[in-house]
């Protein structure tokens, strides 16, 4: 059973690009949330998509925007690239987004804004 | 303000040696409660899920312990391992708002034979 898969592993863009990332949930899940980690911090919560709406959304601009797809995977696109946005971006995925739904997470794509 | 703090931010310690981990919590009203390992550069990993209305929990030697009154949670190490050295992170999820997680930095630690 194949757990949560994110890809590309590593990313370099530059200041102003855009970029997509990628997430497959965890087989039965349908559910994907999306956290930025940035180095030395927890992960900041980003949005929650479920049937393919946003269903919650974290402090983060309009620059960031995702999409989930009908097989329940996902894509996190950031516009106008900051160097700030350099950090590792998690993928999690539940059956369910409640609180009390168990999130398993991916391996995670570290991005680097040049 | 975050709402999850975490301390102490790393420590260093001895293989087969114990530690504990504090993790102080403002969310409110609270639903639950969860200890998460992160090995470098990767997703994190459960350890323990805990409600209010539970003192305890462990897994293996991992052992996380809850005061809702105050607030605070601890995870305990018991006869640590050269594996255990990674980030361990507390979670606290909360009622009203059932979608979105608070998350701690985290603690550091590192393992040493």
């Known amino acids: 059973d194949a757990g949560v898969t994110q890809s590309p592993t590593h990313l370099i863009k530059t200041r102003g690009q855009q970029v997509t990332l990628r997430c497959s949930p965890k087989?039965?899940?349908?559910?994907v949330s999306w956290y930025q980690q940035a180095l030395g911090q927890g992960p900041q919560f980003i949005f929650q998509y479920y049937e393919e709406e946003e269903r919650q959304r974290g402090n983060f601009p309009d620059r960031f925007s995702g999409h989930q797809f009908p097989n329940y995977s996902s894509e996190l696109n950031v516009n106008a690239l900051l160097l700030g946005d350099s950090a590792l971006y998690l993928c999690?995925?539940?059956?369910?987004?409640?609180?009390?739904?168990?999130?398993?997470f991916g391996p995670g794509t570290r991005l680097t804004v040049t | 303000k975050n709402q999850v703090e975490q301390s102490p931010q790393s420590l260093i310690i001895l293989e087969g040696k114990n530690c504990t981990l504090q993790c102080n919590y403002t969310v409110s009203p609270f639903s639950n409660l969860r200890w998460y390992k992160q090995d470098t550069g990767r997703g994190p990993v459960s350890l323990t899920i805990m409600t209010f209305s539970e003192n305890t929990k462990s897994n293996g030697r991992y052992t996380a312990t809850l005061d809702a009154d105050t607030k605070q949670s601890s995870l305990h190490i018991t006869a640590s391992q050269l594996s255990d050295s990674a980030s361990y992170i507390c979670?606290?999820?909360?009622?009203?708002?059932?979608?979105?997680?608070?998350f701690g930095a985290g603690t550091t630690v590192t393992v040493r034979a």
């Open positions: 979670v606290v999820s909360e009622r009203s708002n059932d979608y979105k997680l608070s």
């Open positions: 087989s039965g899940h349908d559910t």
């Open positions: 999690a995925s539940s059956l369910g987004g409640g609180g009390w739904y168990e999130q398993y």
